[in-house]
Nanobody, 116 residues
Framework: QVQLVESGGGLVQPGGSLRLSCAASGSIVSIHTMDWYRQALGLERELVAGITRGGNTNYADSVKGRFTISRDDAKNTVYLQMNSLKPEDTAVYYC??????????WGQGTQVTVSS
C-alpha cells in the first residue's frame, strides 16, 4: 500500500506561482511513476505531468514551459512547480502513483484557484 498526501494549493493571481508537494509513504519501492492530475469543475480528470523512477518526465501541452515536475527521493516527495498560472489552471490537483504491478494510488487532492 502507498499513501499520498498533497499540500501547497491555494489562491493565486494570474501570472503567479505555486508549488505543490506530494509526500509518499508505505511501499515506496513499489512505485514506478508518479503523476499530477487535475480536475476542473464539470470536466474530466486530466494528466498534467508525470515522472518515472528513472527521471523521465512528460507534460500536458497546456502546461509545457510553465510547469515543472520533480522528485526528491530522499524525502519521498514529488513536486509540481507551477509558474505563469492562468485562470484555466483552476482545478483540484491530485497526486497519483502507479506501481510496477500497475496498482494505482491517489491522494485526497488540493485546490488551486487562479483568480484576481
Amino acid at each position: 500500500q502507498v499513501q499520498l498526501v498533497e499540500s501547497g494549493g491555494g489562491l493565486v493571481q494570474p501570472g503567479g506561482s505555486l508549488r505543490l508537494s506530494c509526500a509518499a509513504s508505505g511501499s515506496i519501492v513499489s512505485i514506478h511513476t508518479m503523476d499530477w492530475y487535475r480536475q476542473a469543475l464539470g470536466l474530466e480528470r486530466e494528466l498534467v505531468a508525470g515522472i518515472t523512477r528513472g527521471g523521465n518526465t512528460n507534460y500536458a501541452d497546456s502546461v509545457k514551459g510553465r510547469f515543472t515536475i520533480s522528485r526528491d527521493d530522499a524525502k519521498n516527495t514529488v513536486y509540481l512547480q507551477m509558474n505563469s498560472l492562468k485562470p484555466e489552471d483552476t482545478a483540484v490537483y491530485y497526486c497519483h502513483a502507479r506501481s510496477w504491478s500497475n496498482l494505482n494510488y491517489w491522494g485526497q487532492g488540493t485546490q488551486v484557484t487562479v483568480s484576481s
